[in-house]
């Protein structure tokens, strides 16, 4: 078991699927991805690259496979194995020839500590919600344009 996951005290997880054009992955985010793990932000529990071939074939990454796998295990050398061949079948399903994407699910380990807390304090996260990257973009455009 990853080092300090607990059932009791596991933030939410959510998973992410990064697209980009092309079949290569240069790493370009891991920094990113790995800042966030050392500031106790997120932890890093899965991760997988797909690949799609001009062929359609997939090709896909993880943790245990070589190549693009160095570049992973720089982020997280723990395979926790939440995304099943099915999700990353999924995944490959959606891209086009020549395009791949990088799965990742994390645990948002500062969400975990907030809801500690609340229930140390009896109480209950009755709703929680995403607002979309759009609407926050056009509420700032709102704003500035006052």
Same mark, same amino acid.
């Given at each position: 078991?990853?080092?300090?996951?607990?059932?009791d005290?596991?933030?939410?997880?959510?998973v992410?699927?990064?697209?980009? #054009?092309?079949?290569?992955?240069?790493?370009?985010?891991? =920094?990113?991805?790995? #800042?966030?793990?050392?500031?106790?932000?997120?932890?890093?529990?899965?991760?997988?690259?797909?690949?799609?071939?001009?062929?359609?074939?997939?090709?896909?990454?993880e943790?245990?496979?070589?190549?693009?796998?160095?570049?992973?295990?720089?982020?997280?050398?723990?395979?926790?194995?939440?995304?099943?061949?099915?999700?990353?079948?999924?995944?490959?399903?959606?891209?086009?020839?020549?395009?791949?994407?990088?799965?990742?699910?994390?645990?948002?380990?500062?969400?975990?500590?907030?809801?500690?807390?609340?229930?140390?304090?009896?109480?209950?996260?009755?709703?929680?919600?995403?607002? =979309?990257?759009?609407?926050?973009?056009?509420?700032?455009?709102?704003?500035?344009?006052?």
């Amino acid at each position: 078991m990853p080092s300090g996951l607990h059932a009791d005290t596991v933030g939410p997880v959510d998973v992410a699927v990064i697209a980009f #054009e092309g079949n290569t992955f240069d790493g370009g985010i891991v =920094p990113a991805l790995r #800042e966030l793990q050392q500031d106790a932000t997120v932890r890093v529990l899965d991760l997988a690259f797909v690949s799609k071939a001009d062929d359609s074939s997939v090709t896909v990454v993880e943790l245990t496979d070589p190549g693009v796998a160095e570049t992973l295990r720089q982020v997280s050398d723990v395979q926790f194995d939440l995304l099943s061949d099915e999700d990353l079948q999924t995944v490959s399903d959606t891209l086009t020839p020549r395009s791949s994407a990088l799965v990742v699910a994390w645990e948002n380990t500062w969400a975990g500590r907030l809801a500690a807390a609340i229930r140390a304090s009896s109480g209950e996260m009755v709703l929680l919600e995403r607002i =979309p990257r759009s609407t926050v973009v056009e509420a700032i455009a709102a704003l500035d344009g006052k």
